[in-house]
């Protein structure tokens, strides 16, 4: 096992210049010679994609058939033959892995990230999507060129759990990809007096061409070394310092009965826990339990001194967040990692935090980044550049006042001068919050507007990107997690800046696992 690299590269990371957050680009990035010769015209700009995304509305208004449909699913698995406990075994007691959520647009975003991921994580032996492998719903027809094609040169396995764009087709696509399934579990038919409604509007599975995926793996991700097949879209990873337990947690968030009953069981025991999650527990600075059918949460589970979890990280939100929470007399890593090539979701919406000191929180982008990048693009869209758009100092400044927060980089005697009054009203009108709330707040609601809707204007194709990733290094004593950024310029490339890392131990003093 490796990881010994340099913190950042020379232009440092966004914590101590503009230039390492990639505001100045001197190279253009690699990646372009990535791209296929058409990009994938995605775009949630186009009311097709929304319209094929539909189901997650159906599931919040109707209710979710996800839990009924991974029983199924499971019980399929089970029937065909899968490892006891859905459980896969590692004999080295040292490894390291590659995470990255909310990956598959299949556009410049997502193979922005490549190149940097790849020169991180050479050396790691597997690798985690955590949320959402397909955009937008999912579908096997897809991963040719969403999945098979991005990481055709990532050396090693790669393993996933579902978001809830990959349960848009009712999980066809993942399982036949994931877990080499090829039997349909379709939902329960919806009952009621207003059952005809989901009936109709529920968007069924495309069709998966057999043949295109075998011919997608062969040419992209057929070395041996690149073949893995896991044991259900939940499972656990079991090595001699650390489990790894992945579960699924549908399109809104939660997960079935028999799935609370497999993790109480992976959760229990001495040895120290990792959960990755579709959602996060912790995000925004608010605390989403993720309810288990017929009670209890994946939260308390993860909180139980009995079952020793050391961390839990989520993907879904596009951006890197960590929250190191303390419970009892031990310390839990709460971490955001959606950064792998989705549209940015806005940092600089998140409050000063109260689940954690403020100085303890971490997020990326920064939040005077985020809303920089954000007047920018609101700037372009309303056609009003010279109200809206902020350079990074200027809104830096406005979230500081605001918040009233020091901020995580630094610009020197300047930073006690008052920020203009047009940095407070876009600050204001763009979504950053006032410290402790009140009245008199100025607010876009953002963070309030459904995803479908603000996503349009929170997607770009030109550095700097704002994606990351995390590399997590394992040995028989500590577990160090890096996020890593990805700006889209060709400089940070080789060596990408290093945004955030933290090293939890795995052994108490005494030396007992």
Known sequence: MSGDRPASPASGNSRQSEAGAGWSCRTPGSFEDLLPERVSAFSW????VLWRSRNDVVAH???????????????????????AGFTMHRQAAEFSF??????????????????PLLNAGADT????????????????ADYPEKFFRPYR????PIYAVPGNHDWYDGLRGFLHVFCDLTADCLPDRWQGPLGLVPRLLWRRPGAVDEAALARARREHRGAPAQRATQPGPYWTIDTPSLRIVGIDTGITGTIDADQGRWLRGVSAGPKPKLLITGKPLRVDDRVRPCPIEGGGTVDEIVADPAHHYVAAIGG????????PVRVGDRVIQ????????????ATHTIPRTRLVDEDAFRCYPLRGDSLSRYSRLYGRVLRLPGLFELTPREATAAVRHRLGITPARSYGDGEASRPSR????????LGVPRAGGGRRRLRLPVKRLPQRFRSELADWDRPPFFKSFLRIDVTGTELRIRCFAVTGCGDQETDPPCEDEVTIPLRSPSGDT
């Open 61 to 83: 208004l109707f209710g979710d058939p996800s839990n009924a449909i991974r029983r199924r699913c499971v019980a399929a698995l089970t029937e065909r033959g899968t490892p």
């Open 98 to 115: 590659l995470l990255t959520g909310d990956t598959g647009e299949g556009d410049r975003s997502q193979y922005a990230v490549v190149p």
């Open 153 to 156: 040169d990532y050396p090693g």
């Open 45 to 48: 700009r186009r009311p097709l």
């Open 422 to 429: 047009r940095a407070l009203l876009v600050a204001a009108l």
């Open 316 to 323: 879904d939100i596009h951006n890197y967040q960590r929250y």
């Open 125 to 140: 032996d597997f690798m985690v999507i955590a949320s959402d492998v397909i955009y937008p719903a999912g579908d096997a």
């Open 334 to 345: 709460y971490v955001v990692a959606g950064g792998g090539g989705a549209f940015m979701h």
